[in-house]
């Protein structure tokens, strides 16, 4: 019960509990919690006023445990946020005409705190298909977030004092079942786990070192230890679009190797109800779909580059790097090492090639082995790089320094890079597996017309207009321009957002588009 200041929790329990002491749990998704000793009486009740500044705005979850925390039982309370992200949105005119400009100003409501706000905007084309969301990202963020189902008209609860109506939503989503945390949420890298097994026994493999490699232009290398059920866990960071994953034991022994597929609990998404989309709505998004295809469908394949990805490959920047096209070309590697390529001592041994690496601080070679990579992947021995064809190569990188990757020391790498980077006509040792793994996907630019209403093409664009980052800062204000289509009907623009103070906010206009007579 809120009680202003604070929530009345009251306990009641059978008899047998009498005396017993209980533990209080509040928490939020968002990972705030605290917990709290209750002793039952001797009637076997408790009260207890949790204090209002204890819980964060939006939902929390209060969970009754026993002593050995085993769950009793649990309720959702809610504390209505006080401040919101006020935005003011407006346009010129509401109504317009098929390939018309049009300008929306976007600026926060004046007298509010000047902060910066990261907004997402959308132009939809509103009918029986795209239909009207009611929720925003405030009400999510406070009240859906914790809560199953579909809620009608969820900002209701924000105005005013909900009392009864609240409570009730509240208590029917007041228990739920009890699992252990999902272990498999992957947060900021890509959670890439491969078990190893013995060929011959099937039995896995553990306590052992693993490498992942990933051949690309910018070479990325992973090392893992090998859990009781021989599963390495790599995490993984910028791993973009379909890739080519090869993973080993650093050893080089042989070994059975498998990826274990990432499935991710999650609720289906919502669709919309096919009784009410009407055949005339069917028919009118074919034929959309059919004309953006044949008139646009190459500027809608458009990606952005992801601004995080990192060109430095693992090892950080090279003592020393040869680009073998400023050489004169040599078609035997032996050639290329001997007469270029000075911080690196090529010998022979017993039919067998070895590199030495300059240990530049010193001024002499190492005794030991480097790291031969190509494109990222490790290279076993010096006689398979040696038989690799150099025209291949656009690159030779040398680290003049010992490194040290996972459990194991290498003095100095000598790091070759394909002009492709995809290990091109070269066979990989035996030892290594290679997998195909899905990546993060490509953020796509969004397409709009540059002229509007003098194309010479058909426009039936049903999104008019998608950002997903608009950045407004304290008392500036935003000017978005976009043409309409060639579809009439009415449009909603649509802006989500949260300021540097992780407040949410959002705000809705509609306008029309009128058929030309």
Known sequence: EDQGTGYAVRVSSVPARAGETLL???????????????????????????????????????????????????????????????????????????????????????????????LSISVKKLDDIQRPSEENIRSYFYLRKDLTGEIENPDAYFSGHPGADLDNLLLTHGWRRFKKPDSTSEGRYHRIRIRFTDKTSNQAITGREAMLSIPSK???????????????????????????????????????????????????????????????????????????????????????????????????????RYRLDDYTRFVIMEEVMREYVKEVNVRKSRGNFHFRTLDAPRGVHFQGDPLILLDGVPVSTADRIMAYDPLKVEYIDVVTSRF??????????????????????????????????????????????DIPGKAAVPDNRTVLYWNPRVVLKGDEGARITFPTSDLPGEYEVDIQGIDSQGTPGSTRLRFTVKQEE
Request: proline share 7%; glycine share 6%; hydrophobic share 35%.
């Open 218 to 320: 910018s070479p990325l290398l992973y090392t893992a230890v090998t859990d009781t059920g021989g599963v390495a866990t790599f995490w993984v960071r910028n791993l973009y679009g379909t890739q080519n994953l090869a993973a080993s034991l650093t050893s080089g022994e042989p070994s059975h190797a498998e990826l274990i597929r990432f499935q991710a609990e999650s609720t289906p998404p919502a669709l919309p109800d096919i009784r009410r989309i009407s055949q005339e709505s069917y028919n009118e998004y074919a034929i959309n779909v059919q004309v953006e295809n044949i008139y646009s469908g190459k500027n809608r394949t458009s990606y952005l580059l992801p601004s995080s990805l990192d060109s430095i490959p693992f090892f950080g920047k090279a003592e020393v």
């Open 24 to 118: 209080l749990v509040a928490e939020s998704t968002g990972g705030e919690s605290f917990t709290q000793a209750v002793a039952l009486n001797t009637s076997g009740t408790a009260e207890y006023l949790l204090p209002r500044n204890r819980l964060p705005e939006g939902t929390s979850r209060l969970t009754l445990l026993r002593s050995d925390h085993t769950p009793l039982a649990e309720r959702i309370v809610f504390r209505n946020p006080e401040k919101a992200l006020d935005l003011r949105l407006s346009a010129a005119q509401k109504d317009f005409s098929p390939r018309e400009e049009v300008v929306l100003s976007l600026n926060q409501t004046p007298g509010g705190p000047a902060v910066t706000a990261d």
């Open 404 to 449: 040290f990757l996972g459990q194991k020391r290498y003095e100095g790498i000598v790091s070759y890079r394909t002009y492709k980077g995809l290990l091109e006509d070269y066979t990989l040792d035996p030892a290594f597996s290679v997998f195909t793994y899905e990546g993060l996907q490509h953020e796509r630019e969004f397409y709009s017309p």
